[in-house]
């Protein structure tokens, strides 16, 4: 298994996550715990499971905030999912979800956009709010500008929300213009 730790500062309000990406043949997991300012301020933890070709199966939510706790789950049932276990036919066809808090989940739709400059990839999607622990539909597209860096497009919610990305070789987020930037520790 290889195992990675990755840091992203929110750069629009005071934030840090923290998260710990596994890597298996059969199964990439990732933890992370968000502490943000936004929102009257919160802890947000998320657990993921994906496919090996980085599909989201499930994801298992928990937050801390002045009105107490609150959890979330959203795991993949067919071509649909189900959040907390009720489906949720409103979401049939969205692809992959996306946590508003991180921006861990843009690789999901990253990696599958091909390599020549001026691709691109919409897709619908689950969209989570974290702090408001709420799920909806949404639409967004990924323009490719070059190796290593896209264009963020929203076309549902946030519609004409555009921010451009650059990111590493694994199409996790290096920086996200206007929202965050990924750290290195000090040694």
């Known amino acids: 298994m290889t195992q990675t730790v990755l840091f992203w500062r929110r750069t629009d309000v005071h934030g840090l ?26 802890r947000l933890d998320h657990r993921w499971l994906l496919s090996p070709d980085w599909h989201a199966l ?13 959890a979330l789950r959203l795991e993949r049932h067919g071509r649909g999912w189900r959040v907390d276990g009720a489906e949720r036919p409103d979401l049939d066809g969205a692809e992959e979800p996306d946590l508003s808090i991180t921006p861990f989940c843009n690789t999901f739709p990253i990696r599958r956009v091909p390599e020549t400059t001026d691709a691109c990839l919409a897709l619908d999607i689950a969209f989570i709010d974290g702090p408001a ?17 896209l264009r963020y497009v929203d076309l549902g919610l946030s519609q004409g929300f555009e921010a451009n990305l650059v990111v590493d070789d694994a199409g996790l987020v290096v920086t996200y213009e206007h929202l965050f930037e990924r750290l290195t520790p000090s040694a």
């Open 17 to 42: 996550e923290r998260m710990a990406l596994g890597i298996e043949a059969d199964r990439i997991t990732a933890t992370s715990s968000v502490v943000s300012l936004d929102a009257g301020g919160f």
């Open 58 to 70: 499930s994801v298992e939510i928990e937050r801390w905030n002045g009105a107490g706790h609150g």
């Open 133 to 149: 622990l709420t799920v909806a539909r949404s639409r967004q597209r990924y323009d490719r500008l070059g190796p290593r860096r």
